[in-house]
């Protein structure tokens, strides 16, 4: 037969200054802080320590409990945090967790329907405002999703780190159709535009973002940089609503998806956006203040009406508007889809200088959805700009450049010279189908730097070319271990042409076109 003994457990309550010390497996309740405690027991009794141990309930804050986290790493030998092996640093686990914000922590929702504006901008305002020095640089974490705004900007303030799950992930999508702009830079106080350090507020800088798509549901603006220095884009994709025309008289409003204003007193500079995307707008980026020092690195720029539109109102004269935008590098970049110019430096009386463009690929540019040729892919209105190894797709005899600079072409195609050519025959390109032919009206001066392989000849030369289409010349300068037998010559039309001699063997043409529009 079964013994069944019924016992009763002994427990204290009361208040928790009062809690004496518990006998071994005894429970004493603070009513005061709701804390539920247990003895130890003594040491005689095989307690490793004597005192109580407080039970952790529904009603404790863990966080704050979780007072012991050390920073352990996955090596095998032990990580020294403190002085010594035997001082490590412990941190809280609420400050642990507090290194790194989540916009969701201040009610963020991220479904595409929920009004985000209010919370979004709560905390990017707390991270930076509420922190002692203001420039804490706590990063603000934003997870895969659509975050609606819609009424405002998003305010990007000093020392802002922004961190998204990438552009086809985390989007901020502005709803409000009647609002010009997506996200914008602001001084510590939170002023805009022109009131940024009206009131002697720092003004924005140190700003980072990466990992997020800046998109409005209107041809408007996206993405205001003001009065702001040191500001970096990673990543990041900004789009609109332009599609592209075929008409060669387009309606444009000037809508933009990055613009740049600054003062003497605060100026714009030092901008960089790497691996960014811009597309669906009229213009991807247009300022024609002093801006100075923006580079575009491994961008994409794509379905424009115009990529880059510089100094259209600087005009000499006008407060912050007297040179126009300088230092703008543009590098590595691809354009496709651009109804006009891609880029477009224009001549006010502001003269706009310093801006380089290189090693970029330019498809389908300047000819609308037509695919007829309308205006170049750069059209530089003032000298002392830079075109440098770039590659141009198209190959109409409307040349894709224009204005006043300087475009060192990347190489070309490598061309065959045929063996016993007694009559002038032109140089094709083998891609193009087409002879090598410069427009007079436009380019005046030409250089081309050449090789020539045939047989075990060898030979580097320069071709210089100089005219218009009322006349031009051709003079060819160059070094060679044996005679190559090839002769050049250009046509009044401007087309390049050779005659070869009869040695059995063709000729490899190698070369490389310098332009002075």
Known sequence: MAITQISRIQHRRGLKSELPQLSAGEIGFAVDTQELFIGNGTLAEGAPEVGNTKIITEDDDILSTANTYTFVGNTTAAVVTGADNNSPITRTLQKKLDDFANVKDFGAVGDGSTDDTAAVNRAIANLITVETTGKEKRKLYFPGGVYKITGDTIKLYPHIAIQGDGPTSTFIKQTDVTQSGVAETVDLNGNTAGAISTDSAEQPNGIQV????????????????????????????????????????????????????????HP??????????????????????????????SCEFVNLFRAFN????????????TVGPSGFIVHGCRFDDVDSEAVKIHSSGGNPTGNVFTANVFRDVGQFTADSSIANVLQFDNAKNVSLANTFERSDLHSVIGGNLFDAGPVEHTVTLADNTSTVANVTDPVASAAVRFDLQRVHNVIIDYIIKRGTARRTGTINIAGTGAGIELSDDFTHNSATGITFSITPAGILQFTSSNTGASATFKYKISRFV
């Open 310 to 321: 510089l100094g259209e109102a600087s005009d000499g004269s006008t407060t912050n508007k």
């Open 210 to 265: 990466e990992g997020i798509c800046f998109q409005n549901s209107t041809n408007n603006d996206v993405l205001a940089i003001n009065k702001a220095q040191d500001i970096h884009f990673t990543n990041c994709h900004f789009k609109g609503t332009y599609t592209n025309q075929d008409s060669t008289a387009p309606v444009i409003n000037g809508s933009s998806l990055v613009t740049m204003t600054m003062t003497a007193v």
């Open 268 to 297: 714009t500079k030092h901008i960089s956006f790497l691996q960014c995307k811009f597309n669906n707008s009229e213009y991807a980026v247009n300022t024609s203040d002093n801006i100075e020092d923006v580079t575009f690195t």
